[in-house]
């Protein structure tokens, strides 16, 4: 579905990424480990057409998507799920979810999305009115999601999702994004660490010093001893 | 980097060549006004007097058998540079024979254009320019204005004020005047006046440029209800405003616009709205009936060139341009400015309503055959009801109470 | 623009401009405008080290030369002292008064400031015109009309003398533009460029942006002051109408052509603006209209001005310098 | 005391204070969103007035001010919208673009005022009264024309906000100035909002332009002092919230009317400017600003 072949990446004048090349398949739950800093939420940006500079070759569908503006990516069904959030902080959660289907192929479907974001995370249900600047931080994480998800997206590319959560909010967010793979999209995630691989992902790239370092099914990556201690936090 | 040196070389080389293109047998004339700018209108007002009167001297043959040739400089918002730039260009490069400027600066025209011999015709109205002429009379010889000073214009608008047939309900004024040098100079004079006269100067405001709403001021206004509302800004959108706001709940008071009267649009805006209004132009040309038949023929021939009534400087720098070629006659050479100079202030020049004298500070004194001018506005049109001095009603035109006043 | 390329581009300026009376010293118009080239090639400088190197987005920069032209037309007048100290002691009134704009402008961000410093402008003539303005001897609306020319050594460096007051200002511009590039040059300069990309960062160097901000702040309001006062000798009057928008926008061009940031630039732009000027003049009444388009097509096809023009038509060794600022200001209107 | 001529100045600050409002409201929203600072902004409330001078007196078209505002909008919407995509945002990438955008249209400006005085003429050009007459209660007097004014005024206003509030381009432009990163993750084409946001405010201060015409007359170089009053009013309620700006215009059109009452019309521009240095000595962000 998504492959990314030899990109190299700057972010101000910095070169991030080193001739990194992985794939997404349809229905897949593709999971980037790495630590901190070193490339993973740019190789997130870059697909997303967040860099000003991506060399290489991104290719979506079968299309080339080098160099696309986020904006026509949005439309594509290709959105980015931010590790900060990146929410209207001044708006409501309804606002918030309707700004999320603000791509031309949304509209048509936003209140079918709508419906399904509630089904999926109920407590927005309970907030449509609350601002966004005033939720906490789990919830602020399902928002973004949910924005994301109103988008109408196939491909999912989301930062970070577990990030400063606590450990019962997070299985939570887990088990939102099975579900949401359950529903058939397909998604990158980016980790530091996920205890619950091989419940969640299909396969697994690790990203180190801007270059990929191992890759396999989740399984291999459950066994690998080096990863077990480093990220998996087994 | 070497290519600095052509481009600049080019630059200069475009400048200087601009003023050299023409030569033959024509004498040529500086047209020294703000052609943009928040002068233009004023400027304006004077290029039609001038142009009309170079005009017709080429249509009579020229001057001395050579045709007049203007050149113009914009001397924008007058920034005491841009006065000595227009001097330097005009007189210093050009090497125009003559002068013919309006509003020029107030003062800074006189030490800009005295450093030359050509003569320099203004239409400043200002006391701040006679004085520097005072500082040395001999040196600014080549000076000549126009029109009387802002203090004399004000003791006349005074003077008719005082001389109105019609009895003052009380003894307060309120005098409004913009910030500039004249607005400045002419609220000045009448506070002094008024207070000397016993009145009580109720208020005194100085407001700037731009002022369109003047509500606080009349809520003053209202309870102080003034005998008289003296307003110079010489501005049509601030003296209409004015007037339209103060007509919402009018007291029983002369209104008084001294010069600020002149902006055409006072009356072409307002018409019969504006009727009532009194005020005040120097070195005027008085309407609807010139005094001479002359007189009626030149502003019959003004309104066929332009379109309009004559405004007020269009008739001063247009008597300047003929005053000049008339003692250029007389003298015989363009070229001898002292001789044409003298000549000037000596004997005067014979225009459409009888003689000009420029006296020994080479201004153009109110008075005599050439003298103020006051005006109210009856039935939309601006008409003569005083000249001044001395101050008497001219012909058959009278006063008339504005409506506004119980 | 490293050193010698700085440094030499301003000896060829003003080289070339110390030869231009041998051409036209007969004709006082044209000295004139030289003359006010060099006047307002140290204006802008002074605009474009504070606005282009110190990012301090003033627009007060018209006002602080008025207030040096007055407060030494005032100290030569009333007190009698030498048009040289006056025009000396009026710098330091300027500075002084742009070290009291400084302190509140300093804590606020860029449009405020550039507010902030224009209300010095748009105050500054009422103010004049004022009567508190008339008690200090500004004259009120008539302004000074009787300014002395400056003397020395014999010479009257006034209206009468252009080609003595040209050597004059070009003195002071090449004095101004020296003091303006050892600047840029200095550590300060390096502060400024630092601070100018991230001011997180110029802190960890221990950047005090409050002491640096403060110093180029009273700099250039003390050289404008010192090109203010000697403007008034020159001319020997003064009214408030230099403080209309004419001379603002002259002075913007002036920049824009230069090169914002791209100094010596200013010192061409303002030579370049003046002399366009005067060639537009035979357009009248069109010429502003004409001057307006010209910036808008200028800014949009001289990113760097003429300096950046020059420097790509003449590639020398300094010329290959990457365009850095392209990434930082990628993010127009980020940060949110 | 004199109660009814406090009422009466108090009148006055309302009428100001709600044509400033409408008028400020562009100006900080561009600000808001984009980061841009319009120095035509004063030449866009003359091409308002201009624009129904040509419409009403020129071309003498029957219809009245509501047949003007109906032509007037979609005009000024697209002269903002083409003048941002034209001269603004190609200057977005580059060094310095905040400076370059005030010297572009610095330079819009001269170009403007000066068109319309080369088009025009120097001289003023009036309108006709949108209502004449008056309502009197006891000593207080209320021209029609200001409440006409202040109704419009106020009407732009609201019909601003609730643009902003409740259409889908409203949102995206509160987005854009809240979260510009936010903003183009959702798929939002950040430079037509730009745009489209420049076009918006070009209508607030031309349809203001229109509005005050027929009391304050059309001059080529009205626009100045629209432009300062403004740009005072922005940063005074902080640059870039429109609260904070509808409030500052309220306080300011007060000020200025009592300040010109009890002291005289002199002081009013450095009491302006003086409680605006007191604010910002304060608070640097204005009265609701934010950072940022």
């Not at chain 1, 109920?122 to 994480?141: F, V």
């Not at chain 4, 979609?74 to 083409?82: A, C, D, H, Q, S």
């Not at chain 4, 003023?124 to 029609?144: D, F, Q, R």
Request: neutral net charge; aromatic residues 10%; proline residues 4%.
């Amino acid at each position: 579905m998504l492959t990314i072949a030899d990109v190299n990446a700057y972010y101000d004048q910095f070169h991030v990424l080193h001739d990194v090349s992985c794939e997404v398949h349809e229905g897949e739950v593709v999971v980037m480990l790495g630590p901190n800093g070193h490339g993973k939420s740019t190789l997130l940006k870059a697909v997303c057409g967040l860099l000003d500079r991506v060399d290489g070759t991104i290719t979506y569908k079968g299309q080339d998507i080098t160099g696309w503006s986020t904006e026509q990516l949005v439309n594509q069904g290709v959105i980015y799920i931010a590790e900060n959030r990146e929410l209207f902080g001044d708006m409501t959660v309804m606002e918030n979810l309707k700004l999320g289907a603000y791509a031309k192929n949304a509209r048509k479907k936003e209140k079918r999305n709508l419906a399904r974001v509630f089904e999926l995370f109920p407590r927005l249900a309970a907030r449509k009115k609350q601002l966004a600047a005033t939720m906490s931080g789990g919830e602020a994480r399902m928002l973004a999601i949910a924005r994301g998800l109103m988008s109408n997206a196939d491909f999912l590319c989301i930062d970070e999702p577990s990030l400063g959560l606590q450990p019962n909010l997070r299985t939570e967010v887990f088990n939102i994004i099975k579900e949401i793979h359950r529903q058939g999209k397909s998604m990158l995630l980016v980790e530091q660490n996920i205890p619950q691989i091989a419940d969640l992902a299909d396969r697994v790239y690790v990203l180190e010093e801007g270059c990929i370092t191992f890759q396999g099914s989740a399984e291999e990556a459950a066994a690998d001893d080096r990863l077990k201690e480093i990220f998996l936090g087994m | 980097m070497k290519r600095i040196i052509p481009i600049v070389l080019l630059l200069t080389a475009i400048l200087t060549l601009t003023g050299m293109a023409h030569a033959g047998d024509v004498i040529k004339v500086g047209v020294p006004l703000a052609m943009t700018g928040p002068y233009t209108d004023t400027g304006d007002n004077y290029w039609k007097g001038i142009k009309m009167a170079i005009d017709e001297i080429n249509a009579d043959g020229g001057l001395l058998g050579k045709q007049l040739e203007p050149i113009r400089f914009d001397t924008q918002e007058f920034a005491p540079e841009r006065v000595m730039q227009g001097a330097d260009y005009l007189v210093g490069q050009e090497k125009v024979d003559s002068v013919h400027a309006g509003w020029a600066g107030w003062g800074q025209d006189v030490r800009a254009y005295g450093k030359y011999t050509a003569p320099f015709f203004a239409d400043d109205g200002s006391q701040a320019a006679v004085d520097v002429f005072k500082e040395d009379p001999e040196k600014y010889a080549n000076i000549f204005q126009l029109t009387d000073t802002d203090i004399n214009q004000a003791t006349s608008m005074f003077n008719v004020l005082m001389a109105l047939p019609y009895e003052y309900p009380n003894k307060k004024v309120v005098i409004i005047n913009a910030d500039d040098a004249w607005g400045t100079g002419v609220g000045d004079t009448l506070e002094t006046k008024f207070k000397e006269a016993g009145w009580e100067v109720a208020l005194r405001e100085v407001v700037p440029y731009g002022t369109r709403e003047w509500g606080p001021i009349m809520t003053r206004i209202r309870r102080i209800k003034p005998a008289i509302i003296h307003v110079e800004i010489v501005s049509a959108p601030e003296v209409i405003t004015f007037f339209r706001q103060f007509m919402r709940t009018p007291t029983d008071t002369i209104l008084s616009y001294g010069y600020s009267i002149v902006p055409r649009e006072v009356v072409e805006t307002m018409g019969k709205e504006a009727d009532g209004l009194i005020g005040e132009v120097p070195t005027a040309m008085p309407t609807p009936e010139a005094p001479t038949p002359e007189a009626q023929a030149w502003v019959e021939r003004f309104t066929e060139i332009w379109g309009h009534q004559p405004q007020a400087g269009s008739w001063a720098a247009y008597s300047g341009v003929k005053a000049w070629a008339a003692a250029v006659v007389a003298v015989g050479d363009e070229k001898d400015h002292a001789a044409v100079n003298r000549h000037i202030a000596t004997v005067g020049y014979k225009g459409e309503t009888g003689w000009w004298k420029w006296d020994e500070d080479h201004v153009m004194r109110g008075g005599g055959d050439v003298p103020f001018g006051h005006y109210q506005v009856q039935d939309g049109e601006m008409v003569t009801i005083f000249t001044d001095p001395p101050t008497r009603p001219y012909k058959d035109y009278k006063f008339i109470k504005p409506r506004w006043i119980k | 623009m490293d050193w010698k390329r700085m440094s030499g581009t301003m000896a060829l300026i003003y080289g070339v401009m110390a030869l231009m009376p041998l051409f036209v010293g007969g004709t006082d118009h044209l000295m004139h405008i030289l003359i006010m080239c060099l006047i307002w090639a140290v204006v802008a400088s002074c605009w474009d080290l504070i606005m282009g190197f110190a990012g301090i987005f003033s627009f007060g920069q018209v006002a602080f030369f008025v207030i040096g032209a007055y407060a030494s037309a005032i100290l030569a007048l009333t007190f009698g002292i030498h048009p040289l100290a006056a025009m000396v002691l009026a710098g330091v009134v300027a500075a002084a008064i742009g070290v009291l704009v400084a302190l509140p402008c300093l804590r606020l961000k860029g449009a405020y400031i550039a507010l902030v410093t224009f209300a010095v402008h748009m105050i500054l003539e009422p103010f004049l015109k004022s009567d508190m303005g008339r008690a200090i001897g500004t004259g009120g609306s008539r302004g000074i009309l009787t300014i002395p020319p400056m003397e020395l050594f014999g010479i009257t460096f006034g209206a009468g003398d252009k080609v003595a007051v040209f050597y004059a200002a070009l003195v002071l511009a090449v004095v101004c533009s020296v003091i303006i590039m050892l600047v840029i040059r200095s550590f300060w300069g390096t502060a400024f460029l630092a601070l100018k990309d991230s001011a997180g960062f110029a802190a960890s160097l221990g950047v005090s942006a409050f002491k640096y901000k403060l110093a180029v702040f009273a700099l250039t309001s003390f050289l404008t002051g010192l090109a203010g006062g000697f403007y008034g000798h020159y001319i020997g009057m003064l009214s408030t109408r230099m403080l209309g928008i004419d001379l603002f926008v002259m002075l913007m061009i002036m920049l824009v052509l230069g090169g914002i940031g791209q100094f010596p630039g200013a010192i061409l732009g303002a030579i370049v603006t003046v002399t366009f000027n005067e060639a537009l003049a035979p357009l009248g009444t069109y010429r502003p209209m004409v001057l307006g388009a010209l910036v808008v097509v200028l800014v949009l096809a001289l990113p760097d001005g003429i300096i950046g023009l020059l420097r790509n038509l003449v590639p020398g060794r300094g010329a290959a310098e990457p365009a850095v600022a392209e990434s930082t200001a990628a993010n127009a209107g980020g940060q949110g | 005391m004199y109660i009814e001529e406090y009422l009466d100045v108090f009148i006055s600050g309302l009428t100001n204070g709600s044509v400033y409002a409408l008028m400020a409201v562009g100006l900080t929203l561009v600000y808001g969103v984009s980061r841009a600072f319009n120095f035509a902004y004063g030449s866009f409330y003359s091409l308002g007035g201009y624009f129904a001078w040509v419409l009403m007196v020129y071309l003498g078209l029957s219809g009245g001010y509501l047949m003007v505002l109906l032509m007037a909008v979609p005009f000024l919407i697209g002269f903002g919208y083409v003048t941002e995509k034209v001269i603004v945002a190609p200057l977005r990438k580059r060094s310095d673009w905040e400076v370059k955008v005030m010297m572009i249209t610095l330079g819009l400006a001269l170009f403007l005022d000066n068109g319309y005085q080369v088009l025009f003429g120097p001289r003023m050009k009036s309108l006709p009264p949108i209502m004449t007459g008056a309502v009197e209660l006891g000593p207080i007097y209320i021209a029609n024309q200001d409440i006409m004014i202040f109704v419009l005024a106020i009407s732009g206003i609201l019909a601003f906000r609730w643009l902003l509030n409740n259409t889908r381009i409203g949102m995206a432009v509160r987005a854009v100035a809240q979260n510009p990163i936010g903003a183009k993750i959702v798929g939002i084409p950040k430079n037509r909002i730009f745009a489209a946001t420049f076009g918006i405010s070009t209508v607030m201060v031309g349809l203001g332009g229109i509005l005050l015409a027929q009391k304050y007359f059309i001059s080529p170089m009205g626009g100045w002092d629209i432009l300062v009053k403004s740009w005072v009013i922005t940063a005074f309620g902080g640059m870039g919230s429109i609260r904070g700006g509808l409030l500052a215009a309220f306080i300011l059109g007060m000020l200025e009317a009592y300040v010109g009452y009890v002291f005289g019309m002199t002081w009013v521009l450095f009491a302006l400017f003086g409680v605006l240095l007191a604010t910002l000595a304060i608070r640097p962000q204005g009265l609701m600003g934010k950072w940022g």
